[in-house]
Nanobody
Framework: QVQLQESGGGSVQSGGSLRLSCAAS????????MGWFRQVPGKEREAFAL???????RYADGVQGRFTISQGGARDTVYLQMNSLKPEDTATYFC???????????????????WGQGTQVTVSS
């Protein structure tokens, strides 16, 4: 059973930085994809930073160059370094995981069966 646990959310001023972590258990480290979605009330959950087991990444246009996703050495933790945060980055951030030989890495919520409970990120202006 795959379990994901996020940590590192919080409040920060515009232009600041935060680092999120997602610790995974029960993952078989082959053909897995892990990463981050976010959601604001009234809107759909959106993917923005994902990483394959082999290190290949995919970012949404709105975070490219500001956010960096990486894996821990044991590949059981995924990190998200968020720099130059903007008020529009305010959302609940969810860690997600899936298996498969996708190419490119999918952004569709329906392709991800495993989810963390979410952590809140608030960016004030």
């Amino acid at each position: 059973q795959v379990q994901l646990q996020e940590s590192g959310g919080g409040s920060v001023q515009s232009g600041g930085s935060l680092r999120l972590s997602c610790a995974a258990s029960g993952v078989t480290y082959r053909n897995y994809i892990m990463g981050w979605f976010r959601q604001v009330p009234g809107k759909e959950r959106e993917a923005f930073a994902l990483i394959k087991y082999n290190g290949v990444t995919r970012y949404a246009d709105g975070v490219q160059g500001r956010f960096t996703i990486s894996q821990g050495g044991a590949r059981d933790t995924v990190y998200l370094q968020m720099n130059s945060l903007k008020p529009e980055d305010t959302a609940t951030y969810f860690c997600a995981a899936t298996y498969g030989t996708y190419d490119p890495i999918p952004f569709d919520v329906d392709d991800y069966p495993y989810w963390g409970q979410g952590t809140q990120v608030t960016v004030s202006s």
